[in-house]
Structure formats: C-alpha cells, structure tokens
C-alpha cells in the first residue's frame, strides 16, 4: 500500500461516502428492479463495439508474452472539475479508455484473468482490465424522461457504451466492485435518498443490467469498513452481508473477486477470502468463498501463467494523475506487458 493511500484513508470525503448503515431494501429481492427497464439498458446503447477488434494501429500486433503483467486499473468517482485522488474527470476518463486502446489494449475482467480467458483479446494484443470501486451514481446513473429511463451519456457507464460504438473491440467487461449499505450515494450507485436523482428502486436494476451485460459484480464490503480495525465476526458479517444484497440483485451470482477497502487486510488474512456470518434472526449461515482479493495500490499485476501470480493479492494502478500513462509507458520501454 502506497503512503498516499494510506494518508487518504484520513480523508474527510471518502469517510462521508462510505459510513452509512446497511439497507434492509436490498434484501428484498429484485422483483421491484425488474419493472422497469431502460430504453438504453434493453436495446442498441448497450453495444459491445461496432465490427471485430482490429490490429492496433500505433504499436502494431507484438509478440506473444503470456508471463508479462497486466495493468489493472482502479477507478472511483467519474466526474467533477478536476481529478483527485477518488474522483476523474469525464475528459480524463475519456482520455484513458484511448490510450488503453491505441496501445493495443483490450477489456477483460478479473474472473476472465482467473480463468486464463483471453478469448475478448485479439493475438498480438494485451489485457487490460478496469475496476470501479464503490459504486457510486456517477459510475452508472440513470436520466429520466416522460417515465422512460437512460443511461446518463456523462456517467462512467454511459461514457463507456458511447466510447465502444466508435472503437471495434471494445466490449463490456469490467468487475465492479460495489456498495450496499454505503452513503453519499454509495449504495448500489444511488440511495434511499435520490442522491444525484437517482431513486431507490433502480439500485438493483443497475446491478442486474451490469452482470446480464457481460460485466463483473465485485463484493467491496456492506459500508466501506476498514477491516484491519474490526474483530473477526465484523469482518464476515461487512463482507457477507454485501455479497447478500447482490444476491438479492442477481439471485443465485457467483461473486470471485474482493477488493480490499482502502487496501486494508482483516486482522485473520484468510477472512478477506473465505468466511461465514450467521444471521441472528434467522440462524441460516451465510458463507462465502472468494478466488480473488484486490490490493488497492502495487503497480501491474502478474500473469495467471506467472508461477508467482497470486489471486490472492491482485495489484492495482490506481487512476491518479498520469500514474496509469506512466505505468503503460514503462510495460512498453521494458516489453514486459502480457500479450496475447
């Protein structure tokens, strides 16, 4: 974990955004998710890219590298004036999808990387994979209109399905990995509250879209706890809780993958990934298994053909300044990317 990471931890902001209570709406189920969907969400905005991936055309098809690293790249808050250490411009943003891009990168998510699947990469061109932490309305907000609703085009998603009608290739894989009891709007990318107008009974229908959309559901705890500073039995309850409210989204999903708050390890390591919390009122025990836990900071990760790969540490190329340019240029100059 970077110093910087952990000076943030302090931050005012972020500890607004994530110390709500959990939410008993999002043990209900998703019957009311599913009545309505959006024009957008259903039909042609929710394209993969236009045609097939074609040949990279700034650095050409490379050599195969399948024990190189990959460049996970962690992302919050999409929006706002100026980037900051949990929040990047739509401009900026922006920017980043078409450098990935021309650099012969490709979307993946972190189960595909498990799985050895790089079957969404073209030959002579390498991963990429983009986390979003926190779910946050400005990843994914919806617009409404005369009752029909939309994906906002300025909101992370709706920035994304445009960026992939004009970039062949570009599907939609990325792990979200989300919030069901935060606050500030961290929750399920909206709250009880119509944070940025974003109302409670399209939480689980955002959750849904994502996974029927190809995407990752990521457990990141019920509130943002710091898990380094709770006993064991909170740890499970924060980590199982959430992985119940994305249940109660997509029944039956099998979470892979927990990123770590602030990059901070439970007291017990093993909790991060493997754990059980019985509900008090009901008796029933609620376990969970994990295959991947998500560092928050450490630069590019390792290949999963790397006999030193550990999906139990994921490393991260956290979205601050030109920290995600930087990192690629140095994959480049060293030729140590992963290539399909």
Not at 70 to 87: A, F, Q, T
Not at 258 to 286: C, F, I, M, V
């Amino acid at each position: 974990m970077t110093f910087r990471t952990v000076i943030s931890v302090t931050l005012v902001a972020i500890a607004a955004a994530c110390g709500g209570k959990a939410d008993s709406a999002n043990t209900k189920g998703a019957a009311t998710a599913a009545k309505t969907t959006p024009d957008s969400a259903a039909g042609a905005v929710a394209t993969e890219g236009a045609g097939s991936a074609t040949a990279d055309t700034t650095h050409g098809a490379l050599p195969a590298n399948h024990n190189g690293k990959i460049p996970v790249l962690e992302y919050h808050v999409i929006g706002g004036e100026k980037n900051g250490m949990y929040s990047r411009t739509a401009a900026s943003f922006k920017a980043d999808l078409e450098d990935v891009y021309k650099r012969g990168y490709r979307p993946i998510t972190i189960a595909q990387m498990l799985d050895k699947n790089f079957a969404d990469v073209p030959a002579g061109m390498s991963p990429v994979v983009f986390v979003f932490d926190d779910a946050s309305p400005e990843q994914f907000r919806y617009v409404e209109n005369n009752g029909q609703l939309a994906i906002d085009p300025t909101s992370g998603m709706g920035i994304w399905q445009d960026f992939a009608k004009t970039h062949p290739g570009w599907k939609n894989r990325a792990t979200f990995c989300m919030l069901n009891g935060g606050a500030a709007g961290h929750n399920f990318f909206g709250d009880a509250t119509k944070f940025e107008g974003q109302k409670k009974e399209w939480r689980f229908q955002k959750v849904k879209w994502l996974a029927d959309q190809g995407f990752e559901l990521c457990d990141h705890t019920l509130w943002h706890m710091q898990l380094s500073k709770y006993p064991d039995a909170a740890v499970q309850e924060q980590i199982a809780r959430n992985q119940m409210g994305i249940d109660s989204a997509v029944p039956g999903y099998k979470i892979r993958t927990l990123a770590l708050p602030y990059g901070l390890w439970p007291k017990n390591r093993e909790l991060a990934w493997k754990g059980s919390w019985t509900d008090p009122k009901t008796g029933q025990a609620h376990p969970y298994n994990f295959e991947a836990v998500l560092e928050v900071s450490g630069g590019p990760t390792k290949s999963p053909y790397d006999p030193a790969f550990n999906p139990h540490s994921i490393t991260r190329i956290e979205a601050i300044g030109s920290d995600i340019s930087k990192t690629l240029d140095a994959l480049d100059k060293n030729k140590t990317r992963f290539v399909k």
